[in-house]
C-alpha cells in the first residue's frame, strides 16, 4: 500500500484533504437490519470481467467495496452492502451532505453510518480510495479514461464500463456491480423488482405509450443559439422506453456514428426535432428560460414547444438528478417523474 500511495502522489487527480472517518462498521458489509446476502457468492470466485478499458479478475469474493464516479454504490447499497467509500453526490444534494435522499434513505435502512465520501470535483481522488483499502472499485457507470482505470487498478481489481463512457443502462449497472460482489443473481432479482415498479406506475398513464420524446441537456437563458441533447446512447434517453416512450428519428438518426453521450444542434437546424412529441430537460428552477425558449424566433418553431408539451427538471432538487435512472433512485422518484411527463403528452394532439 506504502508503494501504490507513492505512485499515486504523482497521478493526475485531486490530492484534497483526507477522506472523512470511515464508517464504523464491518468493511463492505451491513449492519443492523439486512445483511449482505451470501448465497453462492463465494463460488463464483475467482471470476474475470471484461470491459471497455481492459479485463479484470476479481481472485475471491471482495469484504471491502469501494465505488467512484456516479451512482455505482446503488447496486451494493440496493443488495445490503455498505461501500467503504464512494463518491459524494456534487448534482441534486439539496441538503449538502454528500448523499442524495434514496441513498440517505437506504443508509439508515441498513442501519450503517456514511462511508467515506470522495470528492470528485476536480477528478478521482485516488489517495482517498486507497486509504479505504478496497478489495474492488465498482465503475460500471463512469467516464474513467484508460490512465483512470490503470491507477485505480493498482489500488484494487476496478470493473469499468462495459462499451462507452456514462453509457451503461441502470439494468447492466446492477449486473456487473452485482456480479463483481457475488451477488449476480440478487442483482437479478432487483432488476425484477425496478421493472415491476415501473411497469405499475407506468401503467397509469396510458398518454405516455408510443409518444416521442427527446432530453435537452443544460440550456443557458443568455444564449438559445443552439440546443443540446442527449443521444440514444445515454442513459436518460434509454430510460424513456422503459416507459412506454420512444426515442425520436431525428434523435436516433444524430446518434449513428458516434459514442457520444450528447450533441448539440444549431437553432438554424431545429426544424429536424420536428418529429418529437415531448420535450423535456434541465432548467425548472429557472422561471424565464421556458418563456425565453418559447419566445425565441427559431426554437419556438419545435412544435413540442409551440404546443408546450414541455416539462423542464428542477436543477437543485433530487427530482432532476433521478431523470438519469439508477439503482435506488428509479422507484423513489417514479411516480412523480412520470407523472410530469405524462401531463406533457396530454398537450399532444
Same mark, same amino acid.
Given at each position: 500500500?506504502?508503494?501504490?500511495?507513492?505512485?499515486?502522489?504523482?497521478?493526475?487527480?485531486?490530492?484534497?484533504?483526507?477522506?472523512?472517518?470511515?464508517?464504523?462498521?464491518?468493511?463492505?458489509?451491513?449492519?443492523?437490519?439486512?445483511?449482505?446476502?451470501?448465497?453462492?457468492?463465494?463460488?463464483?470466485?475467482?471470476?474475470?470481467?471484461?470491459?471497455?478499458?481492459?479485463?479484470?479478475?476479481?481472485?475471491?469474493?471482495?469484504?471491502?467495496?469501494?465505488?467512484?464516479?456516479?451512482?455505482?454504490?446503488?447496486?451494493?447499497?440496493?443488495?445490503?452492502?455498505?461501500?467503504?467509500?464512494?463518491?459524494?453526490?456534487?448534482?441534486?444534494?439539496?441538503?449538502?451532505?454528500?448523499?442524495?435522499?434514496?441513498?440517505?434513505?437506504?443508509?439508515?435502512?441498513?442501519?450503517?453510518?456514511?462511508?467515506?465520501?470522495?470528492?470528485? !470535483?476536480?477528478?478521482?481522488? $485516488? =489517495?482517498?480510495?486507497?486509504?479505504?483499502? @478496497?478489495?474492488? #472499485?465498482?465503475? &460500471?457507470?463512469? *467516464?474513467?479514461?484508460?490512465?483512470?482505470?490503470?491507477?485505480?487498478?493498482?489500488?484494487?481489481?476496478?470493473?469499468?464500463?462495459?462499451?462507452?463512457?456514462?453509457?451503461?443502462?441502470?439494468?447492466?449497472?446492477?449486473?456487473?456491480?452485482?456480479?463483481?460482489?457475488?451477488?449476480?443473481?440478487?442483482?437479478?432479482?432487483?432488476?425484477?423488482?425496478?421493472?415491476?415498479?415501473?411497469?405499475?406506475?407506468?401503467?397509469?398513464?396510458?398518454?405516455?405509450?408510443?409518444?416521442?420524446?427527446?432530453?435537452?441537456?443544460?440550456?443557458?437563458?443568455?444564449?438559445?443559439?443552439?440546443?443540446?441533447?442527449?443521444?440514444?446512447?445515454? !442513459?436518460?434517453?434509454?430510460? $424513456? =422506453?422503459?416507459?412506454?416512450?420512444?426515442? @425520436?428519428?431525428? #434523435?436516433?438518426? &444524430?446518434?449513428? *456514428?458516434?459514442?457520444?453521450?450528447?450533441?448539440?444542434?444549431?437553432?438554424?437546424?431545429?426544424?429536424?426535432?420536428?418529429?418529437?412529441?415531448?420535450?423535456?430537460?434541465?432548467?425548472?428552477?429557472?422561471?424565464?428560460?421556458?418563456?425565453?425558449?418559447?419566445?425565441?424566433?427559431?426554437?419556438?418553431?419545435?412544435?413540442?414547444?409551440?404546443?408546450?408539451?414541455?416539462?423542464?427538471?428542477?436543477?437543485?432538487?433530487?427530482?432532476?438528478?433521478?431523470?438519469?435512472?439508477?439503482?435506488?433512485?428509479?422507484?423513489?422518484?417514479?411516480?412523480?417523474?412520470?407523472?410530469?411527463?405524462?401531463?406533457?403528452?396530454?398537450?399532444?394532439?
Amino acid at each position: 500500500m506504502a508503494a501504490v500511495l507513492l505512485g499515486l502522489a504523482g497521478c493526475g487527480g485531486s490530492t484534497g484533504a483526507a477522506p472523512e472517518t470511515k464508517a464504523e462498521t464491518t468493511p463492505g458489509t451491513a449492519t443492523g437490519a439486512t445483511a449482505a446476502p451470501t448465497t453462492g457468492g463465494a463460488a463464483a470466485f475467482p471470476m474475470t470481467i471484461k470491459h471497455a478499458l481492459g479485463t479484470t479478475t476479481i481472485d475471491k469474493k471482495p469484504e471491502r467495496v469501494a465505488t467512484v464516479n456516479w451512482a455505482n454504490h446503488e447496486a451494493p447499497l440496493a443488495l445490503g452492502v455498505v461501500p467503504v467509500g464512494m463518491a459524494a453526490a456534487n448534482f441534486g444534494d439539496d441538503n449538502g451532505d454528500g448523499l442524495l435522499p434514496w441513498v440517505e434513505e437506504r443508509l439508515k435502512e441498513l442501519k450503517a453510518p456514511k462511508p467515506v465520501l470522495f470528492d470528485e !470535483t476536480d477528478g478521482i481522488d $485516488f =489517495e482517498a480510495v486507497a486509504d479505504t483499502q @478496497p478489495d474492488v #472499485i465498482l465503475a &460500471a457507470y463512469s *467516464g474513467l479514461t484508460q490512465q483512470d482505470y490503470d491507477t485505480l487498478s493498482q489500488i484494487a481489481p476496478t470493473v469499468a464500463y462495459p462499451e462507452a463512457a456514462w453509457s451503461t443502462p441502470w439494468r447492466e449497472i446492477i449486473r456487473l456491480n452485482s456480479k463483481a460482489i457475488g451477488l449476480a443473481a440478487e442483482g437479478e432479482k432487483l432488476i425484477g423488482d425496478i421493472e415491476g415498479d415501473i411497469k405499475t406506475v407506468v401503467a397509469k398513464y396510458p398518454q405516455l405509450q408510443g409518444k416521442s420524446i427527446m432530453f435537452m441537456t443544460h440550456v443557458d437563458p443568455n444564449d438559445v443559439s443552439e440546443i443540446g441533447f442527449y443521444t440514444a446512447h445515454d !442513459t436518460r434517453t434509454l430510460f $424513456f =422506453e422503459d416507459l412506454g416512450l420512444k426515442i @425520436p428519428g431525428s #434523435i436516433a438518426e &444524430a446518434s449513428k *456514428g458516434t459514442e457520444k453521450f450528447a450533441l448539440t444542434r444549431s437553432a438554424e437546424q431545429i426544424d429536424v426535432f420536428d418529429d418529437v412529441d415531448i420535450i423535456t430537460g434541465y432548467g425548472g428552477d429557472n422561471a424565464d428560460l421556458l418563456n425565453k425558449i418559447r419566445k425565441d424566433p427559431l426554437l419556438s418553431k419545435i412544435p413540442a414547444i409551440k404546443r408546450g408539451s414541455v416539462y423542464l427538471l428542477p436543477d437543485s432538487k433530487p427530482l432532476g438528478t433521478a431523470a438519469n435512472p439508477t439503482p435506488l433512485s428509479i422507484s423513489w422518484v417514479l411516480e412523480d417523474y412520470v407523472k410530469a411527463l405524462a401531463e406533457a403528452a396530454d398537450k399532444v394532439k
